[in-house]
């Protein structure tokens, strides 16, 4: 079975805004809000972000990384363009947009 993964772009949301306090490191857990619903309300998809050549990404910045789900079969129906919420717990941290998929 091939390993999916995703190429994505984020934008963590200013802590003024709602967002972080503080930078997120070069990986980090946040659950994916991709539209999935139980009972009409939202479930939220754990994945790791892995930064493309940062050490961070603080509140309010914006950069590449490879979005590793961590239960990809639940990821099939996301395609390209698609744009995501990323939370910490309810609190929504920032937002994401599919750039790649990538099956190896």
Known sequence: MAHRYFRVRIRLLRTEDGGRQTPIGRKH????????????????????VILDGRSGLGPGDEGTARLEPLNPELWKEVQV????????????RGVGEILEIVDE
């Open 29 to 48: 857990l946040f659950h994916c809000d991709i539209g999935a619903t139980w009972r009409g309300m939202p479930v939220f998809h754990d994945a790791h």
């Open 81 to 92: 363009g698609r744009t995501f919420n990323l939370h910490e717990g309810r609190a929504q």
